[in-house]
């Protein structure tokens, strides 16, 4: 393990260089051709100083700076445009307490959402997108219908992604909130079909609902058996609608194998900080696999 910010800029310059040259170059090759000077923040050549310290670990040279360079040339994406408008739709897992009054660094709350608009934002500044968050804490898929014209048609979405359900189930809500499955379905559908025609080249993401177990939670009870028609429902709009469908439930599932389930969401619902970044990286990997 080595720290990038331990080699001066003239080393990480002259590494950059062969690495582009096609080298294989790994740490010990490195460090035979470095000066102590080269080295830096490593006075020693083993143990980082205060400054090294401050570096990111990465497991080889190699493979940190190889990063950089993917980064720098980042692979362009079909969906990601210059002045493309994103937004994020749903109920208060995609809130995440979203700032309502212009603050412009809270404006798209705390999760998933964040977390993809600051990584795409950081990565392409000179395309000027647009993230917007109109996602409302408690929405079932009534009541963002009823501010679907204002929050979602008005915003003029060149990418639209949607995350609602949990409380159509009762889950998250309570039964005052609950929808019947046909209901949810047609007026799910509605949205699309209005989304569509307000823009014909809409790309549309589509998020499953997803639960956790949790105490007193046995997988395939009335909970589960509920929000498991819902998913079906989702893909089954993401398929009429040729729309990206992010499979959430299964990357919930499969880190649950890892660690339990109160490591990833708070409540079964609401993800933690390492739940959210779940969704945020299988967000990512659908939607560019999806529209490539």
Known sequence: MIALACFSPVARGA????????ENLTVAA???????????????????NAEGAKGIMVPSV???????????????????????RVLFQGDSITDGERNRNDCPHLLLGQGYQFII???????????????????VSGNNVNMMAARWQT???????????????????????????KVPLDQYEQVY????TDARAANPNIRLVLGEPFYLPKEGHKEGDARDQDIRQRQAIVAKQATKYQAALVKYQKVFDDA???APAEFWTADGVHPTYSGHQLMADEWVRTVTQFFK
């Not at 990584?119 to 000027?128: I, N």
């Not at 559908?189 to 699309?192: A, P, S, V």
Request: net charge neutral; charged share 25%.
């Open 117 to 135: 608009a600051a990584r795409f934002s950081a990565l392409y500044p000179e395309k000027k997108v647009t993230f917007i968050n109109r996602a």
């Open 189 to 192: 559908d509605k949205l699309l």
């Open 256 to 258: 649950c194998k890892r």
């Open 62 to 84: 190699q493979q940190a700076l190889q990063g950089q360079l993917t980064m720098a040339g980042a692979v362009d994406v079909p969906w990601f445009k210059a002045n493309t």
């Open 15 to 22: 590494i950059l260089e062969r690495l582009k040259n096609g």
């Open 151 to 177: 929050d979602t048609l008005d915003q003029k979405p060149d990418l639209l992604s949607i995350l609602i359900g949990i409380n159509d189930s009762g889950i998250g809500g309570g039964d005052e909130r």
């Open 30 to 48: 490195i460090g035979t051709s470095l000066t102590a000077t080269d080295w830096g923040h490593v006075p020693d050549g083993i143990h980082p």
